[in-house]
């Protein structure tokens, strides 16, 4: 189908990109495997002896690891929170016919692309009254700001694609709503579900302006506490190295899981 | 008839809309009601109102206005040449190509990166001596031992550089998924009118996902500013404050000069000015969406 040179120039493109995208991810994975002398060996080398005692140091750093800890709590915890609120209104939203619909959609949308900073000094102030500063449980709420309308915007897809006899008759047999919501709708979009649950994880996890300003010791995440390599005696690269490759490895584990539908979804309303 | 559909709904749907009220709305009306007063986190006793002082500084305070600047490069440049990129990718992903089922897995990378780690992989990848751009200039035997992080212009580079990587592959993706949904007849019976791949694609293709495109770039220009974690690592703002958009300004404001009332300001003016730029392509999209499911 293509001509030779308008191949030669798709290689090319493909080509280019794919060494800008993961030359620096691999000096990442390089480094992670590198000995302090071989990370400033001049000239530096791709692959030197390799070496596991950076993994080591950092799986066996009590701090690192609590923070890691932490991630997963917090990651988890928003998931379920999120979940929880955007259920029942992505369902709601997704049989609603109403003009309020366009309104409350559109609150949705907004919300999400409100810029961090402007719920960060409100949550920072009430969170230091309430004794929420430096908890999971304060920096999930605030994580909640973001993955729940992301949340509902994914599953009002996944519900409108159930079709709607099933539910008329439902109706007509004398269900309630939320009767058909638990058994009926939850149950048929329990994939989708799924998918938008994997999502709200990596979107909870890679989290960091929140974390940064609304932790300090005890809730501390791992993709704020990495920065403590980061000292000003200079950076202790091996170490920056294994302790982001193990930060990235469950998020990129649960992306290619769910490839199929992470670009649908990611892009939360990007379409046609 | 229709309030009959209706029931049932309202109950399922307030209780999460209250919550959200509470957790987004209550903060974006507190944060605009900071910006009115005179707020010392430092110093008990009540705020006093203020007025419109704050934002007479904001337009007197000439970091304010270089942050002004280096938003709009910071919007404008990365995300035009991530959709002119992420187009051209989507373009030749579309070919079925040795490596391009390989590619749409490899993309997914940097959408799901930590942005952190995003900041230490730039970060690790042009610091001089460790550094892997100090390995490739060695490969072609120039001696890379320049700090770009050290220079302004150069270091903005570096953080637009790490911008397209991290948006690019994504918006090829989004795209591709575009471009497939067009009927390969079209691109037939151009070919056999003698069109070159460029001609079809600037002939057939654009103007068919020509809405995709701008729904993609309102969502990138609303994103672009996400990369704060990636200029805390990469730069902290600087040199001279040539990375500091306006988001970074007010954190800096807020949380290394504790001035919570400027930052409130700051930031409020962004929310703002973005929204009046953005919302009515959000009131659209969720239109279409209302639309899509009656």
Same mark, same amino acid.
């Given at each position: 189908?293509?001509?030779?040179?308008?191949?030669?120039?798709?290689?090319?493109?493909?080509?280019?990109?794919?060494?800008?995208?993961?030359?620096?991810?691999?000096?990442?994975?390089?480094?992670?495997?590198?000995?302090?002398?071989?990370?400033?060996?001049? $000239? $530096?080398?791709?692959?030197?002896?390799?070496?596991?005692?950076?993994?080591?140091?950092? %799986?066996?750093?009590?701090?690192?690891?609590?923070?890691?800890?932490?991630?997963?709590?917090?990651?988890?915890?928003?998931?379920?929170?999120?979940?929880?609120?955007? %259920?029942?209104?992505?369902?709601?939203?997704?049989?609603?016919?109403?003009?309020?619909?366009?309104?409350?959609?559109?609150?949705?949308?907004?919300?999400?692309?409100?810029?961090?900073?402007?719920?960060?000094?409100?949550?920072?102030?009430?969170?230091?009254?309430?004794?929420?500063?430096?908890?999971?449980?304060?920096?999930?709420?605030?994580?909640?700001?973001?993955?729940?309308?992301?949340?509902?915007?994914?599953?009002?897809?996944?519900?409108?694609?159930? $079709?709607?006899?099933?539910?008329?008759?439902?109706?007509?047999?004398?269900?309630?709503?939320?009767?058909?919501?638990?058994?009926?709708?939850?149950?048929?979009?329990?994939?989708?579900?799924?998918?938008?649950?994997?999502?709200?994880?990596?979107?909870?996890?890679?989290?960091? %302006?929140?974390?940064?300003?609304?932790?300090?010791?005890?809730?501390?995440?791992?993709?704020?506490?990495?920065?403590?390599?980061?000292?000003?005696?200079?950076?202790?690269?091996?170490?920056?190295?294994?302790?982001?490759?193990?930060?990235?490895?469950?998020?990129?584990?649960?992306?290619?899981?769910?490839?199929?539908?992470?670009?649908?979804?990611?892009?939360?309303?990007?379409?046609? | 008839?229709?309030?009959?559909?209706?029931?049932?709904?309202?109950?399922?749907?307030?209780?999460?809309?209250?919550?959200?009220?509470?957790?987004?709305?209550?903060?974006?009306?507190?944060?605009?009601?900071?910006?009115?007063?005179?707020?010392?986190?430092?110093?008990?006793?009540?705020?006093?109102? /203020?007025?419109?002082?704050?934002?007479?500084?904001?337009?007197?305070?000439?970091?304010?206005?270089?942050?002004?600047?280096?938003?709009?490069?910071?919007?404008?440049?990365?995300?035009?040449?991530?959709?002119?990129?992420?187009?051209?990718?989507?373009?030749?992903?579309?070919?079925?190509?040795?490596?391009?089922?390989?590619?749409?897995?490899?993309?997914?990378?940097?959408?799901?990166?930590?942005?952190?780690?995003?900041?230490?992989?730039?970060?690790?990848?042009?610091?001089?001596?460790?550094?892997?751009?100090?390995?490739?200039?060695?490969?072609?035997?120039?001696?890379?031992?320049?700090?770009?992080?050290?220079?302004?212009?150069?270091?903005?580079?570096?953080?637009? /550089?790490?911008?397209?990587?991290?948006?690019?592959?994504?918006?090829?993706?989004?795209?591709?998924?575009?471009?497939?949904? *067009?009927?390969?007849?079209?691109?037939?019976?151009?070919?056999?009118?003698?069109?070159?791949?460029?001609?079809?694609?600037?002939?057939?293709?654009?103007?068919? *996902?020509?809405?995709?495109?701008?729904?993609?770039?309102?969502?990138?220009?609303?994103?672009?500013? /996400?990369?704060?974690?990636?200029?805390?690592?990469?730069?902290?703002?600087?040199?001279?404050?040539?990375?500091?958009?306006?988001?970074?300004?007010?954190?800096?404001?807020?949380?290394?000069?504790?001035?919570?009332?400027?930052?409130?300001?700051?930031?409020?003016?962004?929310?703002?000015?973005?929204?009046?730029?953005?919302?009515?392509?959000?009131?659209?999209?969720?239109?279409?969406?209302?639309?899509?499911?009656?």
């Amino acid at each position: 189908m293509l001509r030779t040179h308008e191949k030669i120039f798709c290689y090319a493109v493909a080509t280019t990109f794919i060494l800008f995208l993961l030359a620096p991810v691999v000096w990442l994975l390089s480094t992670s495997f590198k000995q302090q002398l071989d990370i400033f060996a001049s $000239p $530096p080398r791709l692959i030197g002896s390799i070496t596991f005692a950076n993994y080591r140091q950092v %799986l066996g750093d009590a701090e690192f690891m609590k923070s890691f800890l932490n991630s997963v709590l917090v990651s988890s915890g928003t998931v379920v929170l999120s979940m929880l609120l955007a %259920l029942p209104a992505a369902y709601g939203l997704s049989r609603l016919r109403s003009r309020a619909k366009v309104a409350l959609l559109s609150w949705v949308l907004l919300v999400r692309a409100a810029p961090g900073m402007i719920y960060v000094i409100p949550f920072f102030v009430s969170f230091t009254q309430l004794g929420l500063m430096d908890t999971r449980t304060g920096l999930i709420i605030a994580n909640t700001v973001f993955t729940a309308p992301l949340a509902i915007w994914i599953l009002i897809a996944f519900f409108d694609g159930i $079709p709607h006899e099933i539910e008329e008759a439902a109706l007509v047999d004398g269900a309630t709503r939320w009767q058909i919501f638990m058994r009926v709708a939850v149950p048929i979009a329990a994939p989708g579900i799924a998918s938008g649950a994997i999502l709200v994880f990596i979107f909870a996890w890679n989290e960091f %302006l929140f974390a940064l300003t609304m932790t300090r010791f005890e809730a501390k995440t791992a993709s704020v506490a990495i920065l403590n390599y980061m000292g000003y005696e200079g950076t202790e690269w091996g170490k920056v190295a294994a302790a982001g490759i193990l930060i990235l490895l469950p998020v990129a584990v649960f992306a290619v899981a769910i490839r199929k539908y992470f670009v649908q979804t990611a892009a939360g309303g990007v379409k046609g | 008839m229709k309030n009959a559909r209706n029931r049932g709904l309202w109950p399922l749907i307030m209780p999460t809309f209250l919550a959200l009220v509470a957790i987004t709305l209550v903060p974006i009306v507190v944060t605009s009601g900071m910006s009115f007063f005179y707020i010392d986190l430092t110093m008990p006793g009540l705020p006093r109102f /203020a007025g419109l002082e704050n934002y007479a500084e904001l337009f007197s305070d000439d970091q304010f206005l270089r942050s002004v600047i280096v938003t709009a490069q910071l919007i404008f440049v990365p995300v035009t040449l991530q959709i002119v990129v992420g187009l051209l990718l989507a373009m030749v992903m579309k070919e079925k190509l040795r490596f391009t089922g390989w590619m749409r897995i490899a993309f997914l990378l940097p959408a799901v990166i930590p942005p952190a780690v995003s900041g230490l992989v730039w970060k690790l990848f042009v610091v001089p001596g460790a550094g892997g751009l100090t390995y490739l200039g060695s490969l072609l035997g120039v001696d890379m031992q320049l700090d770009l992080l050290s220079m302004p212009g150069t270091a903005l580079a570096t953080v637009i /550089a790490a911008s397209v990587w991290l948006g690019t592959p994504f918006v090829a993706l989004l795209l591709l998924s575009a471009l497939e949904s *067009i009927g390969d007849d079209q691109y037939e019976a151009a070919r056999i009118d003698g069109a070159s791949w460029f001609q079809m694609h600037w002939h057939i293709s654009l103007p068919e *996902i020509r809405p995709v495109i701008l729904t993609v770039a309102i969502f990138r220009i609303l994103e672009a500013l /996400a990369i704060f974690p990636v200029i805390y690592v990469l730069t902290a703002g600087g040199p001279a404050g040539s990375t500091q958009p306006i988001n970074y300004y007010a954190y800096v404001n807020g949380f290394e000069y504790l001035r919570v009332d400027y930052a409130a300001t700051i930031i409020f003016f962004f929310f703002v000015g973005m929204m009046t730029f953005c919302a009515p392509f959000l009131v659209n999209i969720a239109r279409r969406e209302g639309k899509e499911a009656a």
